[in-house]
T-cell receptor, first 115, second 114 residues
């Protein structure tokens, strides 16, 4: 499979659960990103990883914890979420975060519902 | 800080009508500009991009966009839309310096009626 994949595609969790979202890119890219897409709001950047190092954290609450074990995989660990965290979580990758002209490739997203 | 405004939130057109979606950005330096499209049930994909050079850029599926630096605009156009163009369209910007990731507009939902 090529491109950027995300699992699971749908997730329903209670406020006390712990779950993880997984992203995998098969493009040989060095930078990976997490975005949050809420209804009627612009996509919001959450985290940027470059060569497995977190280079940007966009004021995201600590109940979201990213992990990048290698340049192909990116996780988002979730715990004690709130209902307002329900959204579509998108992963993206690009060849590098250093050159802004590199386009980002997006995965299909994980639709998260917090009950 | 950079920001992007898309003025049309929901556009309804008949097939064969012409399309223009507005996008304005706010950033003090050199920018790179993108239009992404999200078809129903599918992931975001790049429609076209502008880095430098000819301000009129052509993308996939007959779309084009014009960068007007004096107006801080990057409007998306298509002369004749098709039902298959029904989707949500996002304008995005990234500055040459500063943040490493895209800043998106709120999106425009386009509905093309057969």
């Amino acid at each position: 499979e090529t491109g950027v994949t995300q699992t699971p595609r749908h997730l329903v969790m209670g406020m006390t659960n712990k779950k993880s979202l997984k992203c995998e890119q098969h493009l040989g890219h060095n930078a990976m990103y997490w975005y949050k897409q809420s209804a009627k709001k612009p996509l919001e950047l959450m985290f940027v990883y470059s060569l497995e190092e977190r280079v940007e954290n966009n004021s995201v609450p600590s109940r979201f914890s990213p992990e990048c074990p290698n340049s192909s995989h990116l996780f988002l660990h979730l715990h004690t979420l709130q209902p307002e965290d329900s959204a579509l979580y998108l992963c993206a990758s690009s060849p590098s975060d250093r050159k802004s002209s590199y386009e980002q490739y997006f995965g299909p997203g994980t639709r998260l519902t917090v009950t | 800080a950079q920001s992007v405004s898309q003025h049309n939130h929901h556009v309804i057109l008949s097939e064969a009508a012409s399309l223009e979606l507005g996008c304005n950005y706010s950033y003090g330096g050199t920018v790179n500009l993108f239009w992404y499209v999200q078809y129903p049930g599918q992931h975001l994909q790049l429609l076209l991009k502008y880095f430098s050079g000819d301000p009129l850029v052509k993308g996939i599926k007959g779309f084009e966009a014009e960068f007007i630096k004096s107006k801080f605009s990057f409007n998306l156009r298509k002369p004749s839309v098709q039902w298959s163009d029904t989707a949500e369209y996002f304008c995005a910007v990234i500055g040459e310096t500063g943040r490493r990731a895209l800043t998106f507009g709120s999106g425009t939902r386009l509905q093309v009626q057969p």
